[in-house]
Nanobody
């Protein structure tokens, strides 16, 4: 059974940092690109970046580039999303997801397996 479990969400002040984790089980992480997404109530889920299964290159949407960093440790079966300089508009439920498809995609439809999400709230 494939499971992706996010953790690390919470309340943080603007300008602060959080690190989200995505623990993966039931699949060989060596063969999967892992993406990060977020969703605000009433809006579509949006991709913010991914890390490839091949050379581990990370790719980012412009809205988070320079502030967020994705990393992975296949031996630990974990992917992280380091979020710095957080803004109120980063408030959302954050999801990780896995695909054996394209290495540099953050289109929702490209992903096969999803976590349950973790809430991030940026507020003073």
């Amino acid at each position: 059974q494939v499971q992706l479990v996010e953790s690390g969400g919470g309340l943080v002040q603007p300008g602060g940092s959080l690190r989200l984790s995505c623990a993966v089980s039931g699949l060989n992480l060596d063969h999967y690109t892992i993406g990060w997404f977020r969703q605000v109530p009433g809006k579509m889920r949006e991709g913010i970046g991914c890390i490839s299964s091949g050379d581990g290159s990370a790719y980012y949407a412009d809205i988070v580039k320079g502030r967020f960093t994705i990393s992975r440790d296949n031996a630990k079966k974990t992917v992280w999303l380091q979020m710095n300089d957080l803004k109120p508009e980063d408030t959302a439920v954050y999801y990780c997801a896995g695909t054996v498809g394209p290495d540099s995609t953050w289109f929702v439809d490209d992903y096969d397996y999803w976590g349950q999400g973790t809430q991030v709230t940026v507020s003073s």
